[in-house]
């Protein structure tokens, strides 16, 4: 069903009047850099294009904002804004629905241990740190690789980690690693293998950074914001770091 809805969208994308603009878009809001005239053709594909932009959204409204926000900063936003809302609208259904109230609930493995017991934070406040410190799609690819297998930049692994949210992948990863000594080990190894992800040594320490408190029962405003290598210099007591997580207050 994903796939066929997907065939669909590509199709009217396709064969839309405006679909040069609308792959320029895409790869412009996806790699955050107009495309250039030495880009190979098969990277213009929508079926390469399509599943890059989804990866980074989790809902339709996601998706709308990221478009509309990224063409409105071009020069000729006048002209692109609209083929913005002409995308969101046909990719919207490929996208989760926007919940009305949002539900952050974790597993019961993630509940509150008694160290640190006191503080508070969710899964949106991790995603929102998370996302302003690197980007979310590379910090997706990097979990995803952790959790599964080097991430191999196929349409396979693209359908694959777009029927995982940030947020499942997030719980997945505090399930499998309830150890901060044991999450960055792999999270090294990975970038390591990742030669095709850019600036993968960055993502790791912003997600490292962005997790953190989870281990020590802190808020985020409880640390200072380090250099982008400033991870290794934090102290940090393994017997001390026990995952921590809580759903956000209704």
């Given at each position: 069903?994903?796939?066929?809805?997907?065939?669909?969208?590509?199709?009217?994308?396709?064969?839309?009047?405006?679909?040069?603009?609308?792959?320029?878009?895409?790869?412009?809001?996806?790699?955050?850099?107009?495309?250039?005239?030495?880009?190979?053709?098969?990277?213009?594909?929508?079926?390469?294009?399509?599943?890059?932009?989804?990866?980074?959204?989790t809902?339709?409204?996601?998706?709308?904002?990221?478009?509309?926000?990224?063409?409105?900063?071009?020069?000729?936003?006048?002209?692109?804004?609209?083929?913005?809302?002409?995308?969101?609208q046909?990719?919207?259904?490929?996208?989760?629905?926007?919940?009305?109230?949002?539900d952050?609930?974790?597993?019961?493995?993630?509940?509150?241990?008694?160290?640190?017991?006191?503080?508070?934070?969710?899964?949106?406040?991790?995603?929102?740190?998370?996302?302003?410190?690197?980007?979310?799609?590379?910090?997706?690819?990097?979990?995803?690789?952790?959790?599964?297998?080097?991430?191999?930049f196929?349409?396979?692994?693209?359908?694959?980690?777009?029927?995982?949210?940030?947020?499942?992948?997030?719980?997945?990863?505090?399930?499998?690693?309830?150890?901060?000594?044991?999450l960055?080990q792999?999270?090294?190894?990975?970038?390591?293998?990742l030669?095709?992800?850019?600036?993968?040594q960055?993502?790791?320490?912003?997600?490292?950074?962005?997790?953190?408190?989870?281990?020590?029962?802190?808020?985020?405003?409880?640390?200072?914001?380090?250099?982008?290598?400033?991870?290794?210099?934090?102290?940090?007591?393994?017997?001390?770091?026990?995952?921590?997580?809580?759903?956000?207050?209704?």
């Amino acid at each position: 069903m994903v796939s066929e809805r997907l065939s669909q969208a590509l199709q009217a994308l396709e064969h839309h009047p405006q679909h040069l603009r609308i792959r320029k878009l895409i790869y412009f809001v996806s790699h955050r850099h107009w495309p250039s005239d030495r880009i190979p053709p098969d990277l213009m594909q929508l079926d390469v294009l399509v599943p890059i932009l989804l990866a980074q959204v989790t809902t339709a409204q996601d998706l709308g904002h990221l478009l509309s926000q990224r063409a409105a900063k071009l020069n000729k936003s006048k002209t692109y804004l609209p083929i913005a809302d002409t995308i969101s609208q046909i990719l919207a259904p490929l996208c989760q629905p926007t919940p009305a109230m949002p539900d952050y609930g974790v597993p019961e493995a993630l509940s509150p241990s008694p160290i640190g017991a006191g503080a508070i934070y969710s899964l949106f406040d991790l995603k929102a740190a998370l996302m302003q410190s690197t980007n979310p799609l590379k910090a997706k690819i990097l979990i995803f690789s952790a959790l599964y297998h080097p991430f191999s930049f196929r349409r396979q692994d693209w359908l694959n980690l777009k029927q995982r949210p940030l947020d499942k992948l997030l719980q997945t990863l505090f399930t499998t690693y309830p150890s901060f000594a044991a999450l960055e080990q792999k999270l090294m190894q990975t970038a390591d293998q990742l030669e095709s992800l850019d600036q993968s040594q960055q993502v790791v320490h912003a997600l490292l950074r962005a997790v953190l408190p989870q281990y020590r029962g802190q808020s985020l405003a409880t640390l200072e914001k380090p250099e982008p290598n400033a991870i290794d210099n934090l102290e940090i007591e393994d017997d001390m770091l026990t995952c921590q997580l809580v759903t956000q207050a209704s």
